[in-house]
């Protein structure tokens, strides 16, 4: 992990400006943090010291089970939030939050800010309305298991987990997120590469026409 400072942390503040957030200086407290792929923002479990919004690269939400397995609940890219539940309340479970690629965040720390933060109405409009955002993504997904084939579901998987230009995730992580049996994840796959869409490397798959999968993925949206 990387603590921008000097110029570099200026670039970022004035590119990617969020102060109309917030009714107080907020930006003032900032740090501008960036974390490599596969690096962890926050370790499951542990209340995170900052409050983070990213202005680049996209990350992963994992949580453990009582039995020890280990899923992938979530995606977090470009303007998101992440810590804001652990804001909101003093007793709620960290889940485990790993960079899929690099990612730049801003980090707002909890401990300076959180009075500020909870009595800002504006902040609390606008997180208010990301929350909303993101419950209705939530719900979006458990019916899409429902109204779409596996093929667009794990289109949209793959451009949403690719680290240039190369799919490898672990197929069981795959099956539990899409809630799909091993065999018909394998037989989609094996479909992709017939059609020209991956190609199989090694342990993972090039992906070899974006196009395609946009196409397919691209259904979800429009649903």
């Avoid at 479970?93 to 899929?100: E, L």
């Amino acid at each position: 992990m990387e603590v921008y400072k000097g110029e570099k942390k200026r670039h970022q503040l004035e590119k990617h400006s969020i102060a109309h957030l917030f009714s107080f200086p907020a930006e003032e407290f900032m740090e501008v943090r960036e974390y490599e792929r596969d690096e962890w923002i926050i370790q499951e479990g542990r209340r995170p010291d900052f409050l983070f919004y990213v202005i680049e690269g996209k990350a992963k939400i994992y949580v453990t089970h009582q039995n020890g397995k280990v899923s992938l609940i979530n995606f977090i890219n470009k303007d998101d939030y992440i810590g804001e539940m652990e804001l909101l309340h003093e007793v709620y479970y960290t889940k485990g939050i790993q960079a899929s690629a690099k990612t730049v965040c801003f980090a707002l720390p909890i401990y300076r800010c959180r009075a500020q933060l909870l009595q800002d109405a504006k902040f609390l409009r606008e997180l208010a309305k990301f929350l909303s955002a993101k419950a209705t993504l939530m719900a979006s997904k458990y019916s899409q298991s429902l109204a779409f084939p596996l093929e667009n579901r794990l289109a949209d998987f793959i451009l949403q987990t690719a680290y240039e230009g190369v799919y490898k995730e672990k197929h069981v992580t795959v099956c539990d997120y899409l809630g799909v049996s091993y065999r018909h994840l394998l037989h989609v796959l094996t479909q992709f590469c017939q059609k020209g869409y991956l190609q199989k490397e090694g342990r993972g798959y090039q992906i070899k026409r974006y196009d395609s999968l946009y196409e397919l993925a691209e259904a979800l949206k429009n649903k």
